[in-house]
């Protein structure tokens, strides 16, 4: 079973340029997760999806952040102007919603997007 | 307080040495997972427990959860066992402790 893809892996841009991430998640989860983790800090949940609908955004900085899941499959996490605090590494992660019975809901992690701005 | 506190923070161990990572939450909980990070980035799920015990290999997850508390055991460490350790509550909303650096050298 292939898991969850992630790309780029790395990027370095400026400050105020924009940048993109990309996300596959594993065939057949239906729930997406953004997370962002600064160095030294565990990660922090940007968004989550549940196939192309939005199920918790609350700490997604809406000024500069925006994410989509157009068709229910893949997801795009963008910043515009990134600022030098946007610094970390941007995990996507998948699920199942309905996991079969008396299993626990687990989350599959990507590799990341490490993100520095200089 | 953070609701997910892990200790230690870094841990060095030879190889060989018999590791505990502790972790220790505020809030009521359905699941608890102990995943491992590489310097690379990538997150690996290792456990996600309820209750009790569970083991995989070299690595051994329990949990109380009437203390409000879990622990990590490695036995018989390797270099390779290098990596963050890290605590997270929940089962879809994940609440993330700050993770345990683990140096295994040779």
Known sequence: EAGVAQSPRYKIIEKRQSVAFWCNPISGHATLYWYQQILGQGPKLLIQFQNNGVVDDSQLPKDRFSAERLKGVDSTLKIQPAKLEDSAVYLCASSLSNPPSGRMNEQYFGPGTRLTVT | ?106
């Open chain 2, 1 to 106: 307080k953070n609701e997910v506190e892990q200790s230690p923070q870094n841990l060095t161990a030879q190889e060989g040495e018999f590791i505990t990572i502790n972790c220790s939450y505020s809030v009521g909980i359905s699941a608890l997972h102990w995943l491992q990070q590489h310097p690379g980035g990538g997150i690996v799920s290792l456990f996600m427990l309820s209750s009790g015990k569970k083991k995989h290999g070299r690595l051994i997850a329990t949990i109380n959860i009437q203390e409000k508390h879990s622990s990590l055991h490695i036995t018989a460490s390797h270099p390779r066992d290098s990596a963050v350790y890290i605590c997270a509550v929940g089962t879809d909303k994940l609440i993330f402790g700050t993770g345990t650096r683990l140096q295994v050298f040779p």
